[in-house]
Nanobody
């Protein structure tokens, strides 16, 4: 089973940028849609972005559109989340996840549709 390791979180001022990375342990990563989720204290885990295994489709939560960009480098088994114009409302633990179904032609935004998760990386945005 693929394992996922996130990195790139940290403390940044409002208006700043961060780039999160998620490294997968297996080449089977290539066949799965990948997603980024986040969870703030006291809140449910929230969908942020997803990218298809074909690399040509992406999906974002409305609050991330125009600010965040998801991408993947299949040669490096890595998915990225570039986050710009960060606000304190973006403060959360960010998780990457692999889709439950291989070769899935539909991008999904429910945590229940992802069954492999990284350990999370903290993003804190100060005002």
């Amino acid at each position: 089973q693929v394992q996922l390791v996130e990195s790139g979180g940290g403390l940044v001022q409002a208006g700043g940028s961060l780039r999160l990375s998620c490294a997968a342990s297996a080449r089977t990563f290539l066949r799965y849609n990948m997603g980024w989720f986040r969870q703030a204290p006291g809140k449910e885990r929230e969908f942020v972005a997803a990218i298809s295994w074909t690399v040509d489709k992406t999906s974002y939560v409305d609050s991330a559109k125009g600010r965040f960009t998801i991408s993947r480098d299949n040669a490096k088994n890595t998915v990225y989340l570039q986050m710009n114009s960060l606000t304190p409302e973006d403060t959360a633990v960010y998780y990457c996840a692999a889709g439950r179904l291989a070769v899935d032609w539909q991008l999904r935004n429910s945590p229940h549709d992802y069954n492999v998760w990284g350990q999370g990386t903290q993003v804190t945005v100060s005002s």
